[in-house]
Structure formats: structure tokens, C-alpha cells
């Protein structure tokens, strides 16, 4: 009798003990459950964020001492919990709409079975343990009038994505209807390269796709200019005429899950700009629901507010002065009435709370129009994190100190500091929209005076865009007239044309007025030394740019790269703008020698600003120098006085050449 091969075993006691750990997830999925049911008579908040830490950090131990990473045992108990506390919210929301509940409902979504919106329906119904009757619809529209006549019970509207920003159809149809938002959801975005089995890369001539994800994956799609794009309704039918087509080079863009539907295999994955791509989709029904105290709940609403100067501030304002936190605001035309908009808001409440009905009433007061779309729970399930010395990750004082330069004395010698390769040996890279630096990544910004821009913001939008820019550095903030409704004006129109927004922090006082605008924050170089202002950024989930002042040396910028570091947020780019030198009293000069030793001590993403260090005839030159030396992006300066088109050609050139 033959011996069972040693692999062959190993493999069945990994199965059976895979077996062992669902059934043991699917008994403490059944006990949350109880847990919620005991809130529901105590009328106690679903989250407990103190227990959450306690436990966490018990976890973390007892894993520690069974030999498991500290990392790795967070990260599967924030899954566990984030499952546990959506399954308790959809629990007491059953609770408290009986009347609502049915064992199948029919969903109206966007396409066919297969397509993003038939996955987010899919998981949505799955959580809620119901069987779902698929309605495929072809257009928005025609979600929103199934569900009008009574045909669906629920439309899935796909509302913003964390990498081409929100989806504007829908917020116009939101406009017309009578439909009441009921609830959200969001998935993750996996983009494939989807095809027939067998097929490769090099086959592919033609890629069928939904417009977003079209936009979502243009920096893979730019990297194969030969590749023809077809747009189609919806990822489900992108992959149907791939199924159809009897060419072997054609291809789709859409879900490794949703192609296997099609028989259709991944050739690519990961096409997406973003490393975390995530649609947010929201529900909508003919009856609004309640939504229990205890939950953490959304409500939106639509308002007009009146041709005036300051009108939206006003209103703005009134949510301050009731402490409600506006999560969303998007502002679309209002057809019919040319240069008027409507604008929708996330606001961070419950339509019952005393609050937010008292904000209501002022606000009918000041405004032409305002209506609630909707009131429903919030499925944002924020991770409860963890201190470095709850995780352990604290270098111990055993830990022999790795050779570095006198840089090392920003820490102590038994611990490497956190921006050395030492510490991390991958390359940092932040990441927000289109605008990616560092790990191979070049990101292009230009950078504008706002006391300084005049005309449409749309106007200036749309020429940076095109000439190449990924994102937009503000600065003269305290300079600005009216800079809050300056700010608001330009932010809109660069999210519109999917540019990050940056705000220069020229003194401490800016902090809180860029913070409420920006995507990413900028601290200029003569605030480098100011150790409060950098401890507050690094306490902040923002991404930051540090500037490096003109006095300063490599260490002293790597010394305040270390404080922003230590207070957590780790989303931090270095920028070299120049220092003072000998060779001319008014002028800075590039430190390039000083980026290539940054570049040798840190994974930290390094950029070059040459609005301040560099002639106008030497910026090319500078700039391409920079990229051969490993810089990481590229800040270049507009004048919104001048010749816009013109300026932006010359740079367009200048970026042509960096990117080839």
C-alpha cells in the first residue's frame, strides 16, 4: 500500500482547518447578531470604538505570542469587525421598517449580470440574507422609472468613485425624481483586462468599456496607444460583445468575478490609476425609511440658494453653527436656468435629530429651494486603529543600529527613523485621482497665485488639464480678497476636471481654510521649523508636501520630515525648492546634489519646484536634469495674469520630454 504523498496531506489539514475557521466565523457572525438585538432594547450605538481598541489590542498581543504579525492580525479583525457592525446595521434597519421587509426583493442596476452595479446589488441583498429579482436597465433614466412604476423595488445609482471623482448623470437625475435615497453601499473596483482564454496582451487591438472605467484606468491605457477604445453602457455589456465577437483581439475592461459570468479570463489586473479604487452606490425607493438612533445615518438633500454674493457660505454656515458635519457637496447645473446650479450635501445626521431639523428650518428660510433626498445608514465603517507601541512595532533596544549618516541623530541610535530606507525598503507613493508620486510615478502640478487669478476657474481648469497637469498648487491664500469663495470656485472646477487640488500653507493661520478646501496640503519652506504647525499635519489624514526652506540642510528637512512622520500620517512628499547660495543674492538655486542624497536615505517621494530656482530658460533643462536624478514630480508656475495658452504650451513641451 502506497504512502500518501507528505504535500498531498499537509494540503488536506489546511482544508479541513480553512473548513474549521468558516464555521467558526459564521458562529461569532451569529453572535454579533445577539449582540445587536441586546442594543436594540438598550438602544446603545452599534460602535464602541473603546472596545474595539481593547480588543484589538489583546489580539495583537496573544497573536504576537503565537508568532503571528501584529500587522497582519489587525487587519484580519478590522475586516471582522467592519463585516460584524454592517450586519447589525442591517439588522435594526430590518427592525425598524417591518412593514418593508420581504424574502425577495426586485433590484433595478445599470447593465447585465456581471457589471459593477449587478455585483454591488448582489452583495447589498446578500448581507440582508434576501433573494434578489435582477432588473438589468440601460441607462439611469430607466433605473429610476422602474422604480417609479412600481416594477423594482430598489435602484443601485452609482454615485462618485475614489478615483474618477463623482458621477454627474446621476446627481442630474436625482434632480426630477421623487424617489427617496434608502441606503449606500460601496465595493471595491478591481479592473481586469478581460478576453477569451488563451489570449495575450500583445493579441489585444480593440478594449470595449464603460466610460468610467475608462477614465479610472487611463494611465494603463496611455501605455498602449496602438489599443482602439469602444465605449460601451456598462461593463456587462463590454463583456458580452467580447463573448460575441469572434476576434481574438478584442478585450474588456471589467470584474475578474463579473468576466468568469462570460468565460472570459483576467490577461491583465490592477489597471486601475489608484491602487484603492472603490464606487460608491446608493439606493433609492419610492418610500423614504427611518433609520434608527443608534446607527450612524447620512442624510442628503438638494438646495438652490439665492444669486448673491456669499448666499452659499450663508448657508454653509448655518450647518457650523448646528455642529453637523457636511461629508459631500457637489454642485450641477439647474436646467433651463443658465449659470445657476444646484447643490447636493452629504450631511453626517439623522433627519430626526433636534439639530438637523432646527439647520432645516433655517435653511428654508435662506434658501430658493431645498428638498431631502433622503435619510439612511451610513455603511462607512472607519478601521479602528492602533498606537505603534499597542502594535509592538517599536524598534526594541536588542535591535542592532544599521550604519547611516549623522542624519540618524534626529532619533535615537537604537531605532532607525521613519522616513529611512532603513525603516521601510519600499518607496513611498501618494497617490489621490490622477496625481501619482513616487514609486515610479511622475506627477505634474502647476502652481498659481490665487490673489492673483482672474476669470473662469472652468477656463484655467481646462487649459492646465490639457496641457498635461495632474493637480493644481495654490498659493497667496491670505493675499486672496474673498478667498473661501475664491476657493470654493476653483476646487469645483478642478475635481470637475479630475485635477488635485493643493493648497500652499504659507503661515499657520492658513491651516484651517486650506484644510476645509484642499486634497493635499502644501507647507512652505519658511514654516518648516515651525514644529507645532508640522505636528498638527501629521496628526491630519491629508497628504502632505513638506517644502524644504532655503536655509535649511539635508538634515534638518529630514529631521522635520521625522515630526510629521511620528504624529502618523504617513502620506508625505519632500519638495526641493531651492536654497540660498552664493551665485546670487535674490534668487535660490536647485539643490540637486541634495535630491540625489535625499533619494539615497529615504523612501520618501522627492519633487522639484522651479517656480523660485530656475530662469525660464533654464526650467527645461533643470526639470529634465531632476528626472534623470530620480526627482518624483514637477511643480511648475502659471501666471494667471499672462498668456495662459501660450505658458502652457512651453510646458506641455517641457512635460513631453520628461515623460518620454
Not at 279 to 288: G, L, P, Q, T, Y
Request: hydrophobic fraction near 40%; glycine fraction near 6%.
Amino acid at each position: 500500500m502506497t504512502k500518501p504523498h507528505p504535500l498531498n496531506h499537509t494540503r488536506e489539514q489546511i482544508t479541513a482547518l480553512d473548513n474549521e475557521l468558516l464555521a467558526l466565523l459564521a458562529k461569532r457572525r451569529d453572535l454579533s447578531l445577539d449582540v445587536a438585538r441586546s442594543k436594540e432594547v438598550d438602544i446603545r450605538p452599534i460602535r464602541d470604538t473603546q472596545r474595539e481598541k481593547e480588543l484589538l489590542a489583546r489580539l495583537v498581543q496573544q497573536g504576537r505570542e503565537q508568532g503571528l504579525d501584529a500587522h497582519y492580525v489587525l487587519s484580519l479583525y478590522q475586516s471582522i469587525i467592519e463585516d460584524s457592525v454592517l450586519n447589525q446595521q442591517a439588522y435594526l434597519q430590518g427592525r425598524a421598517n417591518p412593514d418593508l421587509q420581504k424574502q425577495q426583493y426586485s433590484i433595478a442596476y445599470l447593465g447585465a449580470r456581471g457589471s459593477y452595479s449587478y455585483l454591488a446589488a448582489t452583495r447589498y441583498c446578500e448581507r440582508r440574507q434576501v433573494t434578489m429579482h435582477d432588473l438589468g436597465c440601460k441607462s439611469f433614466d430607466e433605473i429610476v422609472q422602474a422604480v417609479e412604476s412600481g416594477h423594482a423595488d430598489y435602484g443601485f445609482l452609482p454615485i462618485e468613485n475614489t478615483s474618477s471623482g463623482s458621477i454627474n448623470e446621476v446627481y442630474d437625475v436625482l434632480q426630477h425624481t421623487s424617489l427617496a435615497i434608502v441606503g449606500e453601499t460601496t465595493i471595491e473596483v478591481g479592473h481586469c483586462l478581460l478576453a477569451k482564454p488563451g489570449c495575450t496582451l500583445k493579441q489585444i487591438k480593440t478594449v470595449y468599456a464603460h466610460p468610467q472605467p475608462i477614465s479610472q484606468c487611463s494611465r494603463f491605457l496611455s501605455q498602449h496607444g496602438n489599443v482602439k477604445l469602444e465605449y460601451c453602457s456598462s461593463s456587462a455589456e463590454a463583456m458580452e460583445k467580447v463573448t460575441e465577437s469572434q476576434d481574438d483581439s478584442v478585450a474588456a475592461i471589467g470584474s475578474a468575478e463579473g468576466g468568469a459570468l462570460y468565460q472570459l479570463e483576467a490577461i491583465e489586473q490592477e489597471l486601475a490609476n489608484q491602487k484603492i479604487n472603490q464606487s460608491r452606490f446608493i439606493v433609492v425607493a419610492r418610500k423614504a425609511i427611518a433609520v434608527p438612533s443608534q446607527l450612524p445615518a447620512k442624510s442628503t438633500l438638494i438646495m438652490a440658494t439665492g444669486q448673491k454674493p456669499g448666499a452659499l457660505v450663508e448657508a454653509l454656515l448655518v450647518l457650523k453653527a448646528h455642529n453637523l458635519n457636511m461629508s459631500k457637496l457637489e454642485s450641477r447645473p439647474i436646467p433651463g436656468t443658465p449659470w445657476e446650479e444646484m447643490f447636493y450635501l452629504d450631511l453626517d445626521a439623522n433627519l430626526a435629530d433636534e439639530s438637523m431639523q432646527k439647520a432645516l428650518k433655517e435653511l428654508e428660510r435662506i434658501t430658493r429651494f431645498i428638498k431631502v433626498l433622503g435619510c439612511y445608514p451610513c455603511e462607512t465603517v472607519s478601521p479602528t486603529q492602533l498606537t505603534n507601541s499597542q502594535l509592538m512595532i517599536e524598534p526594541t533596544t536588542s535591535r542592532q543600529p544599521q550604519p547611516l549618516t549623522s542624519v540618524t541623530s534626529v532619533t535615537s541610535q537604537t531605532e532607525q527613523p521613519r522616513y529611512s530606507k532603513a525603516n521601510k525598503h519600499t518607496a513611498t507613493e501618494v497617490v489621490h485621482g490622477l496625481l501619482a508620486i513616487g514609486s515610479q510615478h511622475f506627477g505634474a502640478i502647476a502652481q498659481i497665485d490665487l490673489a492673483a487669478t482672474s476669470g473662469s476657474a472652468n477656463q484655467i481648469a481646462s487649459q492646465i488639464k490639457e496641457a498635461g497637469f495632474q493637480g493644481v498648487n495654490i498659493t497667496g491664500i491670505s493675499q486672496a480678497l474673498d478667498a473661501d469663495m475664491q476657493l470654493s470656485d476653483l476646487t469645483r472646477a478642478l475635481s470637475q476636471f479630475d485635477l488635485a487640488c493643493i493648497i500652499a500653507v504659507e503661515q499657520e493661520l492658513d491651516l484651517k481654510l486650506a484644510s476645509d478646501h484642499a486634497d493635499l496640503l502644501l507647507i512652505t519652506g519658511k514654516e518648516m521649523f515651525n514644529k507645532p504647525l508640522l505636528k498638527k499635519v501629521g496628526a491630519m489624514h491629508s497628504p502632505i508636501i513638506l517644502e524644504r526652506n532655503t536655509m535649511a540642510s539635508v538634515e534638518e528637512f529630514l529631521s522635520a520630515a521625522e515630526t510629521i512622520l511620528t504624529k502618523g500620517n504617513q502620506q508625505l512628499v519632500l519638495c526641493e525648492s531651492g536654497i540660498r547660495t552664493f551665485n546670487d543674492a535674490l534668487m535660490p538655486a536647485l539643490d540637486l546634489a541634495g535630491l540625489v542624497n535625499i533619494k539615497a536615505l529615504s523612501h520618501l517621494p522627492v519633487i522639484i519646484n522651479t517656480s523660485y530656482a530656475c530662469a525660464p530658460a533654464t526650467v527645461n533643462a533643470q526639470s529634465l536634469a531632476a528626472k534623470q536624478l530620480g526627482a518624483d514630480g514637477w511643480i511648475s508656475l502659471i501666471d494667471a495674469t499672462q498668456d495662459l495658452p501660450t505658458q502652457l504650451q512651453q510646458q506641455n513641451i517641457t512635460l513631453r520630454a520628461i515623460y518620454q
